[in-house]
């Protein structure tokens, strides 16, 4: 308990000769809470969000765009097998914006919570080989004029919840209504432009 930081100093307040009583505080890493929103796009376009998840070797990904109103106008989920965490975002992004330029969506921004991700695509280096050829293809698929940006998990709700879900499969869904029950919660929460809360560490 005490390597875990469960203890604090008034654990052993009444009791400072107890052997253990040197846990109580020490190393407790002190945080605050920030507010974090997903931030609806300037009037005219549209944003992509994309999301994954991998449980037990199964990895799940999925990607919604929404308009300047917060509204989803579509969103795709997809099971894609066998993959590590950077090799199923970098396929989401990918499926995400192929979904884009298929509806022929032009004035679009694009965010992932991965900013690994996010910094090999923008940095124009390479990775390695499993995931050099997708990510050829999203930059590619970015001079659609799509800029990409990282943002907390908690900034990127609905396709988080959707992908928490592990669905199986593949399904596309045309409209804010036929999103699951948990991924339009948050959907209606960002179009309020209600705040989560995330957990920061406290700046000396």
Known sequence: MGKARAFSKTS???????????LGGLNRRVKDVALVSWEKPPPGWFKLNTDASVLHGRAFGDGDVRDHCGRVIFANYKEFGELDVLEVEAQSLREG???????????????SDSNVLVQLVNSEVVSKWTVCNVLREIRHLRRMNAPLHHVFHEANSVVGALASLRLGGQRCYASFAALPLRARREARLDCCEVPRLREVPIRA
């Open 12 to 22: 052993f307040a009444r009791d400072r000769d107890c052997p253990w009583a040197h």
């Open 97 to 111: 914006l192929a979904m884009c330029a298929a509806r022929i969506v032009c004035t679009l921004i694009v965010e």
